[in-house]
T-cell receptor
Framework: DTGVSQDPRHKITKRGQNVTFRCDPI?????LYWYRQTLGQGPEFLTY????????KSRLLSDRFSAERPKGSFSTLEIQRTEQGDSAMYLC???????????FGSGTRLTVV | AQSVTQLDSQVPVFEEAPVELRCNYS??????LFWYVQYPNQGLQLLLK??????LVESINGFEAEFNKSQTSFHLRKPSVHISDTAEYFC????????????FGQGTRLTINP
């Protein structure tokens, strides 16, 4: 059990560029979650997968955001045409259905300049 | 829908003093309750959780929280804090069914002074 891994740890991008983040959950976990955390706030739910199926998306997830989990293992979160308001920490978490309380990764800090 | 209110954004205390971090929630359905801790430059770690049974839950490092259904609260306490407890603490709630997505409070920054 190597925990939840997120890559990259930091990303600086210019406004208007596309970015993609990767999350590798704990291998036996079938649920995967994405959250966004801005400075001074608690994390906010973005989306969740059970295996490869994306079962719920927050209204925070605009059309510029897309997430995938193609084989039910790792997941990617892509932001197209980034805006300064997208600057935040993007957190990934995983859990096993029936267990409560996720394991979070260390996050990807995005800065849009 | 659920919501969480952490009543204090910052709590400064002296080392070895007791501390209480307050958390209130609202929900129209049964919930599970959690406290997460975030140390500087690290991810969130689960500190403790209430799912059912005894309303008093404890962590391995001396924290405890008590679920009070009538007051819709889940306050976190520690009788004697250490410098190493300096961190951001987040209270969270999830419905007891479905996706179990977490709704977090805004966090309380606990600062321990020597």
């Amino acid at each position: 059990d190597t925990g939840v891994s997120q890559d990259p740890r930091h990303k600086i991008t210019k406004r208007g560029q596309n970015v993609t983040f990767r999350c590798d959950p704990i291998s036996e976990h079938n649920r995967l979650y994405w959250y966004r955390q801005t400075l001074g706030q608690g994390p906010e739910f973005l989306t969740y997968f059970q295996n490869e199926a994306q079962l719920e998306k927050s209204r925070l997830l605009s059309d510029r955001f897309s997430a995938e989990r193609p084989k039910g293992s790792f997941s990617t979160l892509e932001i197209q045409r980034t805006e300064q308001g997208d600057s935040a920490m993007y957190l990934c978490a995983s859990s096993f259905r029936g267990n409560y309380g996720y394991t979070f990764g260390s996050g990807t800090r995005l800065t849009v300049v | 829908a659920q919501s969480v209110t952490q009543l204090d954004s910052q709590v400064p205390v002296f080392e070895e003093a007791p501390v209480e971090l307050r958390c209130n929630y609202s929900s129209s359905v049964s919930v599970y309750l959690f406290w997460y801790v975030q140390y500087p430059n690290q991810g969130l770690q689960l500190l403790l959780k209430y799912l059912s049974g005894s309303t008093l839950v404890e962590s391995i490092n001396g924290f405890e929280a008590e679920f009070n259904k009538s007051q819709t609260s889940f306050h976190l306490r520690k009788p004697s804090v250490h410098i190493s407890d300096t961190a951001e603490y987040f209270c969270a709630v999830s419905a007891d069914q479905g996706a179990q997505k977490l709704v977090f409070g805004q966090g309380t920054r606990l600062t321990i002074n020597p």
